[in-house]
T-cell receptor, first 114, second 114 residues
Framework: KAGVTQTPRYLIKTRGQQVTLSCSPI?????VSWYQQTPGQGLQFLFE???????NKGNFPGRFSGRQFSNSRSEMNVSTLELGDSALYLC?????????????FGPGTRLTVL | AQTVTQSQPEMSVQEAETVTLSCTYD???????LFWYKQPPSRQMILVIR??????QNATENRFSVNFQKAAKSFSLKISDSQLGDAAMYFC???????????FGPGTSLSVIP
């Protein structure tokens, strides 16, 4: 069974631009969660999608948004990029909603904002 | 608000020896979940072990075990017979309920010395 995949793996953008990251969950998984990982703030929960609906949200500004498609694939969008958005963005999938006992992580997308 | 603290930013252990990583958390809840995640360099994050607060028995997964002290709000991870593959960033995490967002500690970087 293929694992969680994220594309692209690396991305360089400039301030003010917007970016879209993609996450394909493990086949059969319906939940996708997104996390931001930075050296300063550590690992922080962004949001979780389940059955195409956002079910949980972390403390991030509205510039961070996401969506989930009917095939459970999820995208995360960051608009008006700031230098502080440079981070490793991880997604994780699970079969059930907020099922942290059986959550599988992707390799991450490394976003650099110049 | 709940917080998770890992007071050891870096630790090292000799191969085949035992090491204990510390984690403390702050919560007013009586029922919750605690996790340890492992993030090897350039590899995907995986769940190492989990503990449900209502269970008094400490969780064990092969060479990994926890010392859960609920009154002290402490959740340490013990790695026995350390192997080179154990070198990674270890994150302690807290989850209030099944449908809440997970909170991660800042992480401990573990090096294994051959």
């Amino acid at each position: 069974k293929a694992g969680v995949t994220q594309t692209p793996r690396y991305l360089i953008k400039t301030r003010g631009q917007q970016v879209t990251l993609s996450c394909s969950p493990i086949s059969g998984h319906r939940s996708v969660s997104w996390y931001q990982q930075t050296p300063g703030q550590g690992l922080q929960f962004l949001f979780e999608y389940f059955s195409e609906t956002q079910r949980n949200k972390g403390n991030f500004p509205g510039r961070f948004s996401g969506r989930q498609f009917s095939n459970s694939r999820s995208e995360m969008n960051v608009s008006t990029l700031e230098l502080g958005d440079s981070a490793l963005y991880l997604c994780a999938s699970s079969f059930g909603l907020a099922d942290y006992n059986e959550q599988f992580f992707g390799p991450g997308t490394r976003l650099t904002v110049l | 608000a709940q917080t998770v603290t890992q007071s050891q930013p870096e630790m090292s252990v000799q191969e085949a020896e035992t090491v204990t990583l510390s984690c403390t958390y702050d919560t007013s809840e009586s029922d919750y979940y605690l996790f340890w995640y492992k993030q090897p360099p350039s590899r995907q994050m995986i769940l190492v072990i989990r503990q449900e607060a209502y269970k008094q028995q400490n969780a064990t997964e092969n060479r990994f075990s926890v010392n859960f002290q609920k009154a002290a709000k402490s959740f340490s991870l013990k790695i026995s017979d350390s192997q080179l593959g154990d070198a990674a960033m270890y994150f302690c995490a807290y989850l209030k309920t099944s449908y809440d967002k997970v909170i991660f500690g800042p992480g401990t970087s573990l090096s294994v010395i051959p």
